[in-house]
């Protein structure tokens, strides 16, 4: 592959379109018009607009998806694609969790055959993990190229997923998420707290739960959340946040606020939606010393029964995936540690636990 298409201009158009580039390939970035699509072309990219038959593209020797998270405008501007691209050229969404099948039913079977689903998390350039995704009839040699290019050429962690809904890392993730929404109001903890004891504590990032949603956006995560088939949902503080458009980073509040440049940040009380400054937590600070991990989550288990209820309900929750989204325990764990910088994966815990969460 030397020439690609990414179709869609936005965030994560825009940084796919420029780790291609950095790759050595030859980047064609497209959006609604051609202002829209130079906005977003790092150096490297060509920008174009969906204008006068899609230019470009029938050059092109892959073509990447990356719109927004809707069926219907994916659907139409496939409809443009089958017509203009070359045969045989595979066709790839960054969709996080819409079904490959509902994507491409009703198409022609060489393009269904050549369509599959490769999803980078954001922002690509940093996170390890790109989902690889097989639609209905997706040609196995067509899997078997984009592997190769993106461990090879891109150098990231490609997992095999199945056509389930939210794949493999965003399942377990937003499940995650919606379990430590639950517990934190069921134990009476406030937003800190519980960021405290579901971040590094336990080998996840220091974005560890609510923080994450800032930087996602509340918006994008209740979407990946209400993608899960099985239960998760959003606290029901978190859907007042949404309504009132308080959507994290993006819109300047969320669960934590920052007034200005110089002004301290604060969180939100989800009791009252109200904010005050951080107050810092009353938990045992000796235990983020802990190495390795997992005797330190050994102690955070056996300290805070928080963290125990969570991470055995995380566990439980995963190993009853196997094998409707993946064959292999192995394929979760990776795809937790390269696509949310866990330390562990579900698997890797209940192995570092032991009787410990007995």
């Known amino acids: 592959m030397q020439r690609v298409a990414v179709l869609g201009a936005g965030t994560m158009g825009s940084r796919i379109a420029e780790l291609l580039a950095e790759s050595g390939m030859q980047v064609l970035l497209l959006d609604l018009t051609a202002e829209a699509a130079l906005r977003g072309a790092a150096a490297g990219v060509t920008a174009s607009s969906f204008d006068d038959g899609l230019p470009g593209?029938?050059?092109?020797?892959?073509?990447?998806?990356?719109?927004?998270?809707?069926?219907?405008?994916?659907?139409?501007?496939?409809?443009?694609?089958?017509?203009?691209?070359?045969?045989?050229?595979?066709?790839?969404?960054?969709?996080?969790?819409?079904?490959?099948?509902?994507?491409?039913?009703?198409?022609?079977?060489?393009?269904?055959?050549?369509?599959?689903?490769?999803?980078?998390?954001?922002?690509?350039k940093v996170l390890h993990l790109v989902e690889l995704v097989p639609g209905p009839e997706t040609r196995p040699e067509i899997l078997d190229a984009l592997e190769q290019f993106c461990t090879v050429r891109l150098r990231k962690g490609v997992v095999r997923c199945k056509d389930t809904p939210n794949f493999i890392a965003n399942r377990i993730g937003a499940n995650l998420s919606a379990i430590v929404q639950r517990e934190m109001i069921v134990e009476g903890l406030s937003i800190e707290e519980a960021d405290w004891l579901t971040g590094p504590l336990i080998g996840l990032p220091k974005s560890a739960t609510f923080r994450l949603i800032d930087v996602i956006g509340l918006d994008v995560?209740?979407?990946?959340?209400?993608?899960?088939?099985?239960?998760?949902?959003?606290?029901?503080?978190?859907?007042?946040?949404?309504?009132?458009?308080?959507l994290g980073r993006k819109s300047g509040q969320g669960c934590y606020r920052k007034a200005g440049k110089e002004a301290p940040i604060e969180v939100l009380d989800w009791r009252t939606l109200e904010y005050h400054p951080l107050k810092g937590v009353q938990f045992d600070p000796a235990l983020l010393s802990i190495e390795p991990i997992a005797e330190r989550l050994q102690a955070a288990v056996a300290t805070y029964p928080f963290v125990r209820k969570v991470i055995s309900e995380h566990i439980t929750y995963a190993a009853g995936l196997i094998p409707e989204i993946a064959d292999h325990p192995h394929d979760i764990d990776r795809a937790m540690r390269w696509g949310y910088g866990h330390a562990l994966g579900p698997f890797e815990m209940r192995g570092a636990l032991g009787p410990e969460l007995t």
Do not use: M
């Open 57 to 124: 593209i029938q050059e092109c020797d892959w073509v990447v998806e990356a719109v927004a998270e809707n069926l219907a405008v994916k659907r139409a501007l496939y409809e443009r694609i089958a017509v203009h691209r070359r045969r045989s050229t595979p066709v790839t969404t960054n969709t996080s969790g819409i079904p490959l099948r509902s994507l491409v039913e009703g198409f022609g079977a060489e393009f269904r055959q050549c369509f599959a689903g490769v999803h980078f998390f954001n922002p690509p």
């Open 221 to 246: 995560w209740a979407q990946v959340t209400k993608n899960v088939p099985d239960g998760a949902a959003l606290a029901p503080f978190l859907e007042d946040l949404l309504q009132r458009g308080w």
